[in-house]
Structure formats: C-alpha cells, structure tokens
C-alpha cells in the first residue's frame, strides 16, 4: 500500500499535476478578494514535491507607485499560505499585458480559438 502512494505522488509530481484537495477556483477566488486586484491571468498552480506547492500568476492593478503594491503582494503571499501554497511567483502589473507579446495572450487566443471566437 505505501509503496503505491509513493509511486502515485512521484507520477504527480514528475507531471506537475495540480496538488489534490486544492480547487482553483477557490485560490483565485481567495485572490480576487484582495483590496486593489482587478484580475488575475496566466494562472498556474503544480506541486514541485508532495509537500510544496507552487503557484504563478500575473496579478493586474491600478496604475500606482510600486511601494504601493507591497501591501497588495503581503496580502496576496499571505492568504496563499493559508491554503498550502508556500512558493509563489506573482507578477504585479499595472495594465493588460501588451497584445501578442506574451504568452497569456498565447493562451488567450488559445481558448478563443477553442470556444469558436
């Protein structure tokens, strides 16, 4: 039985799936939630090992100094380590991300291509 769970967690692990009992909806819910986010995009949340998880995302805010923003990331960084995730890589930006120069956008046309738009 424990050899299969560790055959399990590695196979999880190696495939960067999503770490179990962690809803994405209720992460970036949590996020959205923060005083001063207006969006959150190019989300992504694996396991690097069983016990650490990790989570990227570009984090969207008014136009402000960037001493402004500590109190936003703080809160962000905060509420993720309560659900578990204790590395993150947030990038906080003060616009739409410039069109066909990024990867989100990669995404973006991906999924609308797939929706039929």
Not at 31 to 48: A, C, R
Request: aromatic share 4%; net charge negative; charged share 15%.
């Amino acid at each position: 039985m424990g050899g299969w769970r560790v055959i399990r967690e590695a196979g999880s692990v190696f495939l960067e799936l999503s770490p179990g009992g962690l809803e994405t909806g209720e992460v970036i819910g949590q996020m959205e939630g923060v005083s001063g986010v207006l969006g959150i995009h190019d989300f992504h949340l694996w396991m690097v090992t069983p016990q650490i998880v990790a989570l990227s995302a570009h984090i969207q805010v008014k136009e402000q100094p960037l001493a402004a923003t500590q109190a936003i990331l703080a809160e962000l960084q905060s509420r993720l380590r309560g659900l578990g995730i204790g590395h993150t890589t947030l990038q906080l930006e003060c616009h739409d991300c410039a069109s066909g120069e990024t990867f989100c956008h990669q995404l973006e046309a991906s999924d609308q291509a797939k929706n039929g738009k």
